[in-house]
T-cell receptor
Framework: KQEVTQIPAALSVPEGENLVLNCSFT??????LQWFRQDPGKGLTSLLLIQSSQREQTSGRLNASLDKSSGRSTLYIAASQPGDSATYLCAVGGWDDKIIFGKGTRLHILP | GAVVSQHPSWVICKSGTSVKIECRSLDFQATTMFWYRQFPKQSLMLMATSNEGSKATYEQGVEKDKFLINHASLTLSTLTVTSAHPEDSSFYIC?????????????FGPGTRLTVL
């Protein structure tokens, strides 16, 4: 059974810093991996999707990497801004069409 | 881009009553829809998968008689929480997969917050 773990659970950093969020998963036989953003009481916003055959994806200040063999993914946020404050969810898509989510990292960017 | 809506966005009900939540794909046909539940500070947990015109497939531990799912059309799925209890209070999110695109394309709704008194 796939399990997804995100570390740290919460993170506070000053504005302008670069930061890394970590995600690990137990079963390397994945179809894809996605990073989502969730604001309090809101739905999900897809940030980046990495296919199992890919190593990384980039969008603006965001870069996500995938190391399937070690069961790890990282989300790198460059030059953080207060508007980046949110919960970031790592989600692993399986070949059975199901998505397994981590508990998320609550990020707070200090102005 | 494709949009998935949910109605209502929040609902408060008394214990013992039933609540229906709608999930609609607004500009595409959703052959498959998924229902998730999220407790505070917890991850989204898949409850069930529904395909248009067939019975939903429930995840282990989810009571199918309590959480009734109907996917009667390619644009609408409903989740009915029957005889709701306070422990059913949660954030319910649906997602829909566009049957015309690759399996990667799964769109999430904005969620429905259910509070059972």
């Amino acid at each position: 059974k796939q399990e997804v773990t995100q570390i740290p659970a919460a993170l506070s950093v000053p504005e302008g810093e670069n930061l890394v969020l970590n995600c690990s998963f137990t079963d390397s036989a994945i179809y894809n991996l996605q990073w989502f953003r969730q604001d309090p009481g809101k739905g999900l916003t897809s940030l980046l999707l990495i296919q199992s055959s890919q190593r990384e994806q980039t969008s603006g200040r965001l870069n996500a990497s995938l190391d399937k063999s070690s069961g790890r993914s990282t989300l790198y946020i460059a030059a953080s801004q207060p508007g980046d404050s949110a919960t970031y969810l790592c989600a692993v898509g399986g070949w059975d069409d199901k998505i397994i989510f981590g508990k998320g990292t609550r990020l707070h960017i200090l102005p | 881009g494709a949009v998935v809506s949910q109605h209502p966005s929040w609902v408060i009900c008394k214990s013992g009553t039933s609540v229906k939540i709608e999930c609609r794909s607004l500009d595409f046909q959703a052959t498959t829809m998924f229902w998730y539940r999220q407790f505070p500070k917890q991850s989204l947990m898949l409850m069930a998968t529904s395909n248009e015109g067939s019975k939903a497939t429930y995840e282990q531990g989810v009571e199918k008689d309590k959480f009734l799912i109907n996917h009667a059309s390619l644009t609408l799925s409903t989740l009915t929480v029957t005889s709701a209890h306070p422990e059913d209070s949660s954030f319910y999110i649906c997602s829909a997969r566009d049957g015309g695109l690759s399996r990667d394309t799964q769109y999430f709704g904005p969620g429905t917050r259910l509070t059972v008194l």
